[in-house]
């Protein structure tokens, strides 16, 4: 996620078409263990200027290498939970990607309703693979219970092209909410299917994301570059921690959530100074942001009950698997708390 990361304002217009697949560089990308290496400088752009117009092309020119299928890993996957779900269509990007959300069949409207979203940086493979494998195995199991909303991949384009950002370089975790300084379509498009359910107060919002040696290497560095602002190196948290806001803590929830992980995945530690990604940890394997203010995604439903999770696929220790996993433990463990103590 990045959670103090800024962006600047971007268009959404004239999207270059896709480049062709790039299976070396996917090998690469997806493929990665241990501490990343040092990176001191960025390709595109002037260091201390802004980027323009034409540094954000050759960004997209860069970025742009279709390395794995967004409708055979993720649409197929969805279309098989129709006989379980609603599969809702609520949007189109880039004249060829669809948008579905899955939704609890039965919706009723006296049930608390609890949103999970994933792909919002596409990158992150276990955000939407997790939460695939939660409507897959464990959804049908608060269907008593809750109405469940579920946007498996927010942003086709980034879990394609194994990118962070959005086509014009808009980092789309930064982009909701009325105090964004940015928007994009694929904030928009989701934003609006949640306002159009008419729910008066959700309960709960659990964003699955999670934090990689390309987050050192290569993302953290093109921020830098695009907003003109000097790079310095973060410490890459070894294992799972959680993201809650600093409004609306809900310390025991975060701790169950924690609990429940744990039995998947390691919970990382805080550094030498008490931190996670340079914010002060509050309990184990949490840290607090203003959701709102910093405009992630985790702010767009206003739940009482609200987290962005953050697992390690590149430890020495994890598999791919295991990150999908700890993703469904941590939505199992939020609803299950939920569930037995907040209703």
């Given at each position: 996620?990045?959670?103090?990361?800024?962006?600047?304002?971007?268009?959404?217009?004239?999207?270059?078409?896709?480049?062709?697949?790039?299976?070396?560089?996917?090998?690469?990308?997806?493929?990665?263990?241990?501490?990343?290496?040092?990176?001191?400088?960025?390709?595109?752009?002037?260091?201390?200027?802004?980027?323009?117009?034409?540094?954000?092309?050759?960004?997209?020119?860069?970025?742009?290498?279709?390395?794995?299928?967004?409708?055979?890993?993720?649409?197929?996957?969805?279309?098989?939970?129709?006989?379980r779900f609603e599969v809702v269509l609520y949007g189109r990007l880039y004249d060829r990607y669809s948008l579905f959300a899955v939704r609890s069949k039965q919706w009723d409207a006296s049930?608390?309703?609890?949103?999970?979203?994933?792909?919002?940086?596409?990158?992150?493979?276990?955000?939407?693979?997790?939460?695939?494998?939660?409507?897959?195995?464990?959804?049908?199991?608060?269907?008593?219970?809750?109405?469940?909303?579920?946007?498996?991949?927010?942003?086709?384009?980034?879990?394609?092209?194994?990118?962070?950002?959005?086509?014009?370089?808009?980092?789309?975790?930064?982009?909701?909410?009325?105090?964004?300084?940015?928007?994009?379509?694929?904030?928009?498009?989701?934003?609006?299917?949640?306002?159009?359910?008419?729910?008066?107060?959700?309960?709960?919002?659990?964003?699955?994301?999670?934090?990689?040696?390309?987050?050192?290497?290569?993302?953290?560095?093109?921020?830098?570059?695009?907003?003109?602002?000097?790079?310095?190196?973060?410490?890459?948290?070894?294992?799972?921690?959680?993201?809650?806001?600093?409004?609306?803590?809900?310390?025991?929830?975060?701790?169950?959530?924690?609990?429940?992980?744990?039995?998947?995945?390691?919970?990382?530690?805080?550094?030498?100074?008490?931190?996670?990604?340079?914010?002060?940890?509050?309990?184990?394997?949490?840290?607090?942001?203003?959701?709102?203010?910093?405009?992630?995604?985790?702010?767009?439903?206003?739940?009482?009950?609200?987290?962005?999770?953050?697992?390690?696929?590149?430890?020495?220790?994890?598999?791919?698997?295991?990150?999908?996993?700890?993703?469904?433990?941590?939505?199992?463990?939020?609803?299950?708390?939920?569930?037995?103590?907040?209703?």
């Amino acid at each position: 996620m990045g959670a103090c990361a800024s962006c600047a304002q971007a268009s959404t217009d004239d999207v270059p078409p896709p480049a062709e697949a790039d299976p070396a560089a996917a090998e690469a990308a997806l493929n990665t263990k241990g501490p990343p290496p040092s990176v001191l400088s960025y390709p595109i752009g002037t260091p201390g200027q802004p980027w323009g117009e034409s540094e954000r092309k050759s960004w997209y020119q860069r970025a742009s290498s279709t390395q794995r299928s967004y409708e055979e890993d993720v649409v197929s996957r969805v279309m098989a939970l129709e006989d379980r779900f609603e599969v809702v269509l609520y949007g189109r990007l880039y004249d060829r990607y669809s948008l579905f959300a899955v939704r609890s069949k039965q919706w009723d409207a006296s049930k608390p309703c609890c949103l999970v979203s994933g792909g919002v940086h596409g990158y992150e493979t276990s955000g939407v693979k997790g939460a695939l494998l939660f409507l897959e195995t464990r959804a049908l199991d608060y269907a008593d219970t809750f109405n469940l909303l579920v946007l498996p991949c927010v942003s086709p384009w980034g879990y394609e092209n194994v990118q962070r950002w959005t086509p014009n370089a808009v980092d789309p975790n930064r982009a909701w909410g009325a105090l964004a300084a940015v928007s994009c379509d694929e904030a928009n498009a989701a934003s609006a299917l949640v306002a159009s359910l008419g729910v008066e107060k959700w309960k709960c919002h659990i964003d699955l994301h999670e934090t990689t040696n390309t987050d050192a290497t290569e993302f953290t560095p093109a921020r830098c570059a695009r907003d003109g602002t000097a790079f310095e190196e973060d410490e890459i948290p070894d294992g799972f921690y959680l993201v809650c806001d600093s409004e609306r803590p809900q310390g025991g929830w975060a701790a169950a959530v924690i609990d429940a992980v744990r039995k998947e995945t390691h919970i990382a530690p805080a550094d030498a100074n008490g931190e996670i990604c340079g914010e002060s940890v509050s309990q184990e394997g949490v840290i607090l942001v203003p959701f709102k203010k910093v405009a992630v995604c985790a702010c767009i439903a206003d739940a009482d009950f609200a987290t962005t999770t953050e697992v390690y696929p590149d430890s020495v220790t994890s598999t791919a698997e295991e990150c999908n996993r700890a993703q469904v433990a941590a939505v199992s463990g939020g609803l299950d708390y939920i569930r037995r103590s907040a209703l």
